[in-house]
């Protein structure tokens, strides 16, 4: 796990007000959450199952032909997630999973997918800054060539693992996603693409042990939807 403290105040504050002042914000409300983001991003407008949130992202994709070289698409996007059902309720974990699908045309063409999920608090500091922790995730085995290909990565991050922190009713979910395409010959190509994201987290109740985890349920319709592009 990465556990970061270093960004101050000051810091987050400034980032906050320049993404509010450029973003078109739309809140979407989850079985105990609130998910409020921009939907004038590459992931789109969000679907809400539980206590997750589902992308179906339409122009995701890098593309790369002949003697592009590497072509790179990549996106930021900041969701503010808020406990809506009382005090008596926590946010505890967060887990990302997505997929999509490529194409390699000659043994020169590749291509890759990386991304990264972090989590900052609005409410909770660990010493005298705000309660961070970030994973990244590459995806490896990207090496068909001459067929449509999927390719699935995700992270999970659990606040426990975070020296003071644990849980916490009010956090920014960023999601960062980066996708590359190289192609250095004439007459090959490069493609990738992101079809699908889902977000989904875990919510106790406070004090008791016991999970209320919907992610389950919104993997399962993720599943479906992955399904249903393959058409």
């Known amino acids: 796990m990465q556990h970061r403290s270093i960004k101050p105040l000051a810091i987050l504050a400034a980032t906050a007000l320049c993404w509010s002042s450029h973003a078109t914000a739309i809140t979407q409300l989850g079985t105990d959450v609130s998910f409020t983001y921009d939907e004038n991003t590459l992931f789109g407008t969000g679907m809400v199952v539980g206590n997750s949130i589902l992308f179906l992202p339409t122009d995701f994709k890098a593309t790369s032909n002949n003697t592009d070289g590497a072509v790179t698409t990549s996106e930021t996007l900041n969701i503010t997630v808020d406990v809506t059902s009382g005090g008596g309720y926590e946010i505890t974990n967060f887990q990302l999973a997505e997929f999509g699908d490529y194409t390699l045309s000659g043994t020169s063409s590749s291509v890759t997918a990386s991304g990264r ?15 961070v922790d970030s994973e990244i995730f590459n995806v490896g085995g990207l090496s068909t060539v001459g067929a449509t290909t999927e390719w699935t990565g995700g992270v ?3 606040l426990v693992d ?10 920014v979910a960023q999601i960062q996603n980066n ?7 004439f ?17 106790n109740p406070i004090p008791v042990p016991a999970a209320v985890w919907l992610f389950g349920s919104a993997l399962g319709v993720l599943g479906w939807m992955r399904r249903k592009t393959r058409h």
């Open 187 to 203: 007459g090959e190509s490069a493609m990738i693409q992101k079809k699908g994201e889902g977000v989904g987290l875990i919510v």
């Open 156 to 158: 999970g991050i659990d």
């Open 179 to 185: 996708l590359s395409a190289t192609s250095t010959v």
């Open 117 to 131: 999920l972090q989590v900052s608090s609005n409410t909770s500091t660990c010493g005298i800054f705000p309660c």
């Open 162 to 171: 975070t020296a003071g922190w644990g849980s916490d009713s009010s956090v």
